[in-house]
């Protein structure tokens, strides 16, 4: 029997601080591990990615800061808001974003969070270089000016 999806919510969050914060180098998408009540909060869009950022601990991902609303419908067994959640990579993408890590002025930020077809939430990752004012400046400038371009346009 075929599951009607037509009600659903289309959940997507995203990070917008960390696209003008940061310059993406290379992005992923992982899994994440959580509770039940903590799936049924982000299925309501009660998630922010602002200050979250991801680590290494014993060769494992793990994500911290990122805030997940409790559960309004739980009752003792809700979840703690702003706990640590491991990410779900390929070792080989562990390995390869270990080594990248490790440099100088590199690090792991959370772009966007969404759920896919199969109801199962995943995180887009992006090893990220922080920009400096100067770089900052220009994207405002471009963004700026393809704004005056579309006015144009009409």
């Known amino acids: 029997m075929k599951k009607d999806n037509r009600f659903e919510k289309i959940i997507n969050i995203k990070n917008k601080k960390a696209r003008f914060e940061y310059e993406f180098i290379d992005t992923y998408v992982a899994g994440i591990t959580l509770k039940g009540t903590e799936i049924k909060s982000i299925r309501e869009g009660k998630v922010s990615?602002?200050?979250?950022?991801?680590?290494?601990?014993?060769?494992?991902l793990y994500i911290k800061q990122m805030h997940i609303t409790p559960y309004s419908m739980a009752t003792v067994y809700n979840h703690d808001a702003t706990r640590e959640r491991k990410l779900l990579l390929n070792r080989k993408e562990l390995d390869k974003l270990e080594t990248k890590f490790?440099?100088?002025?590199?690090?792991?930020?959370?772009?966007?969070?969404?759920?896919?077809?199969?109801?199962?939430?995943?995180?887009?990752?992006?090893?990220?270089?922080?920009?400096?004012?100067?770089?900052?400046?220009?994207?405002?400038?471009?963004?700026?000016?393809?704004?005056?371009?579309?006015?144009?346009?009409?």
Do not use: W
């Open 49 to 60: 990615l602002t200050e979250a950022y991801c680590y290494f601990r014993r060769n494992e």
């Open 102 to 154: 490790e440099e100088k002025g590199l690090s792991i930020v959370p772009v966007r969070l969404f759920v896919n077809d199969k109801g199962l939430a995943k995180v887009e990752i992006a090893l990220a270089r922080g920009k400096k004012l100067h770089d900052k400046r220009q994207g405002i400038k471009e963004r700026d000016v393809k704004r005056e371009m579309s006015r144009l346009s009409y």
